[in-house]
């Protein structure tokens, strides 16, 4: 099931909710026609709701009683941002940046020999001078006249 924030009421497809009818999940209070219109995102025509229930969601030991409406001809099922936040599975603030600042230092192998193996047989070469890229050439150009010009 995929978390929208962007629509409120949970939507399932009709073959989720077969899926579910086969595995005797508890339904409770179930409306075959609900008078509920929703308009998927852009879209100037309304979905066909063929039906609603409520169903208890759990989700890492938080329940909740959600409403689900079946969409014919629906290709995703939603999670609505209300039940996701009430579960936990949404999180909307400023509470995201702040992250404990652990800085653990890069670990250092003291007193260990590393032996890099160089073939004799392989000739060295060159690479050539390469041109500085256009865009980087006044900043370049400003660089090295600066090294250049200071004399001690």
Known sequence: MLIDS????????????GKLKNSGVRIKSQIK????????????????????FE???????RKDYCTF????GGTRDLRGKTSALQLGLLRIGIGI???????????KFKDVLVEISVDDS???VSQP?????????????RRSFVTTVQID
């Open 122 to 124: 392989v000739k060295p």
């Open 33 to 52: 026609d609900p008078n509920k219109i929703l308009l998927a995102y852009g879209s100037k025509s309304p979905l066909t709701v063929r039906g609603s």
């Open 97 to 107: 940046n702040q992250v404990e600042n652990l800085i653990t230092p890069f670990p």
């Open 6 to 17: 962007g629509c409120k009421p949970n939507l399932i497809t009709d073959k989720t909710r």
């Open 55 to 61: 169903a208890e969601i759990e989700v890492n030991g």
């Open 69 to 72: 409406y079946v969409i014919s």
């Open 129 to 141: 001078c390469r041109r500085v890229p256009i865009p980087l050439e006044k900043k370049e150009h």
